[in-house]
């Protein structure tokens, strides 16, 4: 049985289970074969190493490709995109490569650009163009042969229904919950997807809503809190992304959050959970203001 079925039938928690380290993301085209692990042969070595390095300090690289394995190759450089942000701006960069080998690692007085902090800022280190949002479906066969099964199917059909903004990629974490889209700049994570489902989930995420029954949680947040802001919507039926922001926490076990309601009027609230085998269930909701 393949890690997504399983995952099913075991009733494995999709909230809370975004990757929690992630604070960033560097996407690299590249039509394939992929590796299981690493990076291709034919990858640029600086490329390798910026990614090497910037793994390290929590940005995600990812490989890209179009579905019908169209891209730019033919026509000059593949296409490279940043992506990060905080809670006051998120945002995609799109650049060429060579500009990024140029700029980033080879000038010593500008590499310090492209570092973690950059990824984490509101605004993005101004190395390319303003892009995006993206969509990213995970269809790494060669890490797992779920995410090929279930991944290819939902990638085509988003790519017939939002062309560009559509990529197949490697490895994104929670391979049972395959197939899995991201939506970036958000850093919304998507799983157990059918064709269908993904083209509403998309639709819905590009409008700036969530779909509770297909959200996994957003990058860069640790499990428990994925786990309190999906409770919290769904007990307050909030779908709106920007609705919903994380408070500093108010005390052991406790994740508050502003809800932005109707006239622009922000309440508190205090989500309580308690961790159990398999996720974290929800001990209570309160009204902190």
């Not at 690299?28 to 034919?42: K, L, N, Q, R, S």
Request: charged share 20%; hydrophobic share 40%; glycine share 12%.
């Amino acid at each position: 049985m393949t890690c997504s079925p399983c995952a099913e039938s075991a009733c494995a928690a999709l909230c809370g289970s975004a990757p929690t380290a992630t604070r960033g993301w560097l996407l690299i085209e590249h039509p394939g074969p992929w590796p299981a692990f690493g990076y291709p042969d034919d990858l640029p070595k600086p490329l390798a190493r910026a990614a090497d390095r910037l793994l390290a300090e929590g940005v995600r690289p990812q490989l890209i490709r179009r579905t019908d394995r169209t891209g730019r190759r033919g026509a000059g450089a593949p296409a490279v995109f940043l992506a990060g942000g905080d809670g006051h701006g998120r945002w995609v960069e799109l650049i060429e490569p060579d500009a990024l080998t140029q700029a980033m690692l080879t000038d010593t007085q500008t590499g310090g650009r492209l570092t973690t902090e950059a990824f984490r800022s509101g605004h993005g280190p101004g190395l390319g163009r303003a892009a995006g949002p993206l969509l990213l479906v995970c269809t790494h066969g060669r890490r797992e042969v779920c995410c090929a099964r279930f991944g290819r199917p939902v990638a085509v059909a988003l790519a017939a229904r939002f062309g560009p903004l559509v990529w197949e990629t490697t490895h994104v974490g929670g391979d049972r919950f395959a197939a899995n889209l991201v939506v970036l700049p958000q850093g919304a994570y998507f799983g157990r997807l059918d064709p269908p489902q993904a083209v509403a989930v998309a639709e819905r995420a590009l409008a700036g809503e969530l779909d509770l029954d297909a959200y996994r949680g957003t990058a860069g947040h640790s499990a428990a809190a994925q786990s309190a802001e999906w409770h919290l919507r769904r007990s307050l039926a909030e779908p709106a992304l920007a609705a919903l922001r994380p408070l500093a926490s108010p005390g052991p076990g406790l994740h508050r959050f502003a809800h932005l309601g109707p006239g622009g009027v922000a309440v508190h609230y205090d989500v309580r959970l308690r961790a159990e085998a398999g996720g974290y269930r929800l001990v209570e909701i309160t009204s902190a203001g």
